[in-house]
Every structure is written in structure tokens, then in C-alpha cells.
T-cell receptor, first 113, second 108 residues
Framework: EAQVTQNPRYLITVTGKKLTVTCSQNMNHEYMSWYRQDPGLGLRQIYYSMNVEVTDKGDVPEGYKVSRKEKRNFPLILESPSPNQTSLYFC????????????FGPGTRLTVL | LAKTTQPISMDSYEGQEVNITCSHNNIATNDYITWYQQFPSQGPRFIIQGYKTKVTNEVASLFIPADRKSSTLSLPRVSLSDTAVYYCLVIGTYKYIFGTGTRLKVLA
């Protein structure tokens, strides 16, 4: 079964302190993506990657960066976190095509003070 | 990208059949309709997917009329553990748009 690992699972940080949330997969999927989930707003896609070194913006990319140097990993980078980035973050694999199921990681709850 | 509309919340009792309808008026020819389930503080989990007519698996059924402008997720004989948020998505290529989903509460 598809396994998506995120670290850390919980993080409390302060405004402006750079952080990285890691995401790794065991399925060799080409397609990976990041979402944030906020009350009343559902899940919104931040960035996605179609393959190594190929990334594109989702619906809410401002304030985030990603990299895809190897197929297995897709880290989410917050260069200068702000309180409005306090959210629950999910990494997902798969979903490249209409019939390609997406599998989600366990989530990372981030609080920016 | 097709936008979906579904009820914000529903209540049901254990053992009943639950039907959640989703409208997607602007669905494109190549789009598929997919439903996900999400429990609190967990990532969404795939339930079922279809293109037209009816699809059934061990968990649910999905009914899609000929014009494909709506779809209905049917959960037979729900239990307390089916309490969750259910998302209807219309998926083309690469971009998933989840919306706010339907919060289903199953009562004893």
C-alpha cells in the first residue's frame, strides 16, 4: 500500500524562522503535491510536482517554496513563516490523471506565533 | 476546472442509507468524478470514482446521470464510524480542487 511520510507531524515556530516540512513516498509516484487545510476553506493545493525538477503552483502558492530533486522526496519550504500560514498541511502522491488516485500523508500541524 | 457544489452538512442514523448529491455543471468531457472521505486530523481517503452511470465497490455506490452535471454518493447502512467529511471532486489532469465538502454526522 502507498505510504506517505511527513515530518514533523507537529511544529510550533515563530514568525520569520525558516522551516521545512519533509514528505517522502515509497511508491515511486511521479506526481506529488502539497495542500493546506483551514477551517471553513477545505483543502487547497499549494504546489504540485509532475516529476523530478518539474513543479508548478497550485491555488495558494504565496509564501511557500518546494523542490523536487529526487522522485521520492518533495519538501515544502517556508522561508519566512507568518501567522497566516498556521494550518494543517498534507502531502499527497498520485493524482496525475483523471483516474489516478491520490494518497495523502498523515498531516503536519503547523503553528506560527 | 469544474466547480462542485454539495450540501454543507447532513445528519443520519445508524443503519440508514445516506445519499450525498454533488452538482458539477461545468464538467468537461474527460473529467472523472471522485469522492474522498476525511476523518478529523487525517488526510482524505479515496472512496470511489466514476465517469458515467453507476459504479459500486465494497464501500459505496456512485450514481451519475447521463448529462454528468451531478452525481450522488450512496453509503448503505451507515455506522457511527462513517461520521466524516465527504468531498466530491471533478478531476481532469493534475489539479485537484476539494471544496469544503459535506460533513456527515451519523447518530446512534
Amino acid at each position: 500500500e502507498a505510504q506517505v511520510t511527513q515530518n514533523p507531524r507537529y511544529l510550533i515556530t515563530v514568525t520569520g524562522k525558516k522551516l521545512t516540512v519533509t514528505c517522502s513516498q515509497n511508491m515511486n509516484h511521479e506526481y506529488m503535491s502539497w495542500y493546506r487545510q483551514d477551517p471553513g476553506l477545505g483543502l487547497r493545493q499549494i504546489y504540485y510536482s509532475m516529476n523530478v525538477e518539474v513543479t508548478d503552483k497550485g491555488d495558494v502558492p504565496e509564501g511557500y517554496k518546494v523542490s523536487r530533486k529526487e522522485k521520492r522526496n518533495f519538501p515544502l519550504i517556508l522561508e519566512s513563516p507568518s501567522p497566516n500560514q498556521t494550518s494543517l498541511y498534507f502531502c499527497a502522491i498520485g493524482g496525475a490523471g483523471s483516474t489516478d488516485t491520490q494518497y495523502f500523508g498523515p498531516g503536519t500541524r503547523l503553528t506560527v506565533l | 476546472l469544474a466547480k462542485t457544489t454539495q450540501p454543507i452538512s447532513m445528519d443520519s442514523y445508524e443503519g440508514q442509507e445516506v445519499n450525498i448529491t454533488c452538482s458539477h455543471n461545468n464538467i468537461a468531457t474527460n473529467d472523472y468524478i471522485t469522492w474522498y472521505q476525511q476523518f478529523p486530523s487525517q488526510g482524505p481517503r479515496f472512496i470511489i470514482q466514476g465517469y458515467k452511470t453507476k459504479v459500486t465497490n465494497e464501500v459505496a455506490s456512485l450514481f451519475i446521470p447521463a448529462d454528468r452535471k451531478s452525481s450522488t454518493l450512496s453509503l448503505p447502512r451507515v455506522s457511527l464510524s462513517d461520521t466524516a467529511v465527504y468531498y466530491c471532486l471533478v478531476i481532469g489532469t493534475y489539479k485537484y480542487i476539494f471544496g469544503t465538502g459535506t460533513r456527515l454526522k451519523v447518530l446512534a
